[in-house]
């Protein structure tokens, strides 16, 4: 069998890393903009795709320009509301079903919004196109599997004055203080306000994230909140190797607890390993591979991402995913941002069969993967029941383009 871009469209899929932030609509970012008095550098859509949300990208820096505009338009419960509801649509229109949203709450607490208030007004718009969508017949009678989501709270590896409110109270309160600890705190405080949300206020919040420029801030430096998130039973994923290499992906997997890694581009690259204890690097990271293969640590692949912001990869056909499907490892495609890579999990699907040449078996293992490696927020009999119904659809789709 071909793989069509039409069955590519129609099968259940998930993202499991997908930024709230870069997956704006980009009227409604104009719209939400003009409302709340944030200026923006154009007003319409194509100048705005020229000028910030681009093909191409020079490095990582760059491609995150656009996510100040988004943070700043992001600062009532009400735009939060909208662009998450808009955010779920979006995906449902194309087939997606199960999404994790992930986005960084302190960027946008501050004196009206408490960080659980953030998180709240992003679940009742996610809730909403979850409940529209899943009142359908189709969904009612059981002869397609339902949307569902969970929500990652991220921290921010580093933050400066005028990421937000809350950081820049942080920052004013602690100025003495050693920035390194500054981020600690945050991340500390983020990862309580999680746990609060989930248990005191029934929120799906499923995981635990960094986000933010990687180079220069190691994950390492919040070792104390992966610990606090690991005790409360908060899954983990961790941004390991967009700027760092193998090192930094056994860190994320030993000392962070890492259930799930994002990107890990680096992963075979023994070039990138610094420590002069390693000195067999081939064994080193053979080692590593076989760690996260046997254990079905899943690597969160944004190929289009990967592209954009480390320019070095070039063509997609010299993607470190090529190594990770010869080593067998659980990895499932992931868009990053939607607006920002100008991306879409289908579009996602696309390139990797055909920069890849992803045979259908493989494919369905790769979506699976997604459904079954995911933070779902409910018990593992009901996550259980649910891949059964999504492996079920799959197939009868496959029935019907064979
Ligand atoms: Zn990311």
Sequence with gaps: MKIRREFIEKIPKTDLHLHLDGSLRIPTLVELARENGVKLPAWDETTLRRR??????????????????????????????????????????????????????????NARMSCIDVMAALDRGLSLAKREFNARAEVKRGSEPPFEYGIIACAMRMFDRGFSEYFDNLLAVHAHSERKWVF????????????????????????????????GYPAGDHAPAYALAHRHFLKKTVHAGEAYGPE???????????????????????????????????????????????????IEVCLTSNLQTIPAIRDLARHSFRHMRKAKLSATFCTDNRTVSQTTVSDEIIKAVQAFHITPKELKNFVIYGFKRSFFPGSYLKKREYVHQVIEYYEKIEKEFS
């Design 248 to 298: 930094s992906i056994f860190q994320a997997i030993t000392d962070l607890h890492a259930d799930r890694l994002g990107h890990a581009v680096y992963l075979f690259d023994a070039g990138m390993i610094k420590s002069p204890e390693i000195r067999d690097k081939k064994a080193y990271i053979a080692n590593l591979v076989q760690f996260i293969a046997d254990r079905r640590i899943t």
């Design 52 to 109: 910030v949300f681009k093909d191409a990208y020079a490095d990582l820096p760059e491609y995150l320009k656009g996510f100040a505009y988004t943070t700043a338009v992001l600062q009532t419960p009400q735009a939060l509301e909208r662009v998450g509801c808009e955010l779920a649509r979006d995906n449902q229109a194309e087939g997606v079903r199960y999404i994790e949203v992930r986005f960084a709450p302190q960027l946008h607490q």
């Design 184 to 215: 600690s705190l945050a991340s500390m405080e983020l990862v309580r306000a999680a746990v609060e949300a989930r248990d005191k206020f029934g929120l799906p919040i499923v995981g635990f994230d960094l986000a933010g420029a990687e180079a």
